[in-house]
């Protein structure tokens, strides 16, 4: 995700986000009935913590009511193209992972266009990945990994929390950038992945900073950079691929949320300007920094924009690796 190129993402570890859009005026009480929350996942994961933090805290004042549903299967398509076909009166609201900017380009059969079937409200939250090593790999940066890599192609390995999440296409990302031979070996999920890592089985990983943020504290992995605009607290001693001399690498595992397409665009407004303000609150900043998340906000028009930018991104890097899965 090209967060770094673009001035209208904020990270809002900075600062508050606060007035990024004024509410729009509307004469009619707004939300008027329960508001449907779905979750294309299974619960438990931070797409369904980010969806229980909006239906506690959003529209408080009004005694708005939420419905959290989850709806998983299809790598989060089958939810997703629920919420596309929804009403759109700002009553029913999708949270997206890095995956629907992937999907596109990953699945031959989806229900829902990116772009043309929803309205965008804004990011929420998103972690860098990061690129580790076993701590017996014999490389201490990441132009020594190349080096290393370069001299015996083929023989070293990678992991990534599954094939087409965002952490394998950070790894395909910079080994088409770096034209490296590193075998993929995909695990189901963040945890293996760092299993087998930690056992040497696969030396290498890329994963998101939050799965890795633990073996790294206590000394089991060595992180040679993250793929962050910044260098991400507590990991200040810890490049980016930039500062690494490895360009146009910045990729992110995020949360966003979007409203069926052909919702109008004040309660678009609206529920920007709420979410933003929940964003904000420091009880919601602290829950989200205890799952390794900062929170994001940016405008319903940037968000549709890195949507379009993202989705093609994406479906390139695809493509160019040739990776394909079963529908």
């Not at 239906?55 to 299967?73: D, L, Q, R, W």
């Not at 080994?175 to 075998?183: A, C, M, P, R, Y």
């Not at 405008?299 to 379009?308: L, N, R, V």
Request: contains cysteine; charged residues 15%; aromatic residues 6%.
């Amino acid at each position: 995700m090209m967060l770094g190129r673009r001035r209208f993402l904020t990270l809002c570890a900075a600062g508050p986000v606060v007035g990024l859009v004024p509410i729009a005026s509307r004469a009619e009480r707004f939300p008027i009935r329960p508001v449907r929350l779905i979750v294309p996942y299974a619960p438990g994961g931070p797409n369904d913590t980010i969806a229980r933090i909006i239906a506690a805290e959003a529209f408080g004042h009004e005694g708005t009511s939420f419905v959290t549903e989850n709806i998983p299967g299809g790598a989060g398509n089958v939810g997703t193209a629920a919420a596309a076909r929804a009403p759109a009166d700002g009553h029913t609201l999708v949270v997206v992972t890095s995956s629907f900017f992937i999907n596109p380009g990953l699945h031959s059969k989806i229900q829902y266009d990116p772009v043309n079937s929803f309205a965008p409200v804004t990011m929420v939250a998103a972690a860098p990945h990061v690129l580790v090593v076993h701590p017996s790999f014999p490389a201490r940066d990441v132009n020594e990994l190349i080096a290393v890599v370069r001299a015996q192609p083929g023989k070293f390995s990678y992991a990534s929390a599954g094939t087409g999440q965002s952490s394998h296409l950070a790894g395909e990302l910079f080994k088409q950038s770096t034209e490296l031979d590193l075998v993929h070996v995909p695990f189901n999920g963040a945890s293996p992945a760092m299993t087998s890592t930690i056992g040497g089985h696969t030396p290498v990983a890329f994963i998101s900073l939050p799965g890795a943020a633990p073996f790294m504290q206590e000394g089991r992995l060595r992180a040679l950079a993250t793929t962050g605009n910044v260098r991400s607290a507590p990991f200040t001693d810890v490049p980016t691929m930039a500062e690494a001399g490895i360009p146009d690498q910045a990729s992110f595992f995020i949360q966003g949320i979007l409203l069926p397409a052909g919702t109008p665009r004040d309660i678009v407004d609206q529920w920007h300007h709420e979410i933003a303000r929940v964003m904000a609150l420091a009880n919601v900043r602290q829950r989200l920094s205890s799952l390794g998340l900062e929170p994001v906000v940016n405008t319903p028009d940037e968000f549709s924009a890195q949507i379009k930018s993202e989705v093609a991104r994406w479906s390139k890097v695809i493509r160019q690796a040739r990776i394909s899965v079963s529908d």
